[in-house]
């Protein structure tokens, strides 16, 4: 039998436009100050804007916190089901 996977609460917290606190991260992709690309429990979150900077990052946790002018948020893709759940579409 398949083995089940638990996979970490993903979560979004944004304050002011200038802080974002993420649960749930995977891995971090790429960062730079216009962009930095999170690979999340429920997908690939882009995060844009201006003068972006990584304040913290733990990825046995997964916790980021992201700092910066933030214009825009986006999901790309999504999170990838398991071999069961294909079973049953």
């Not at 100050?33 to 003068?51: H, M, N, P, Q, Y």
Request: glycine share 12%.
């Amino acid at each position: 039998m398949g083995e089940i996977t638990k996979t970490k609460p993903h979560t979004l917290m944004l304050d002011n436009r200038s802080r974002l606190a993420i649960t749930g991260a995977e891995d971090v992709n790429g960062f730079n100050e216009e962009a930095v690309s999170v690979k999340t429990t429920d997908g690939t979150l882009v995060i844009k804007g201006s003068g972006l900077h990584i304040e913290k990052l733990n990825l046995e946790t997964g916790d980021v916190s992201v700092e910066g002018k933030i214009n825009a948020m986006q999901y790309i893709g999504g999170a990838s089901k398991s071999k069961l759940s294909k079973l049953f579409r």
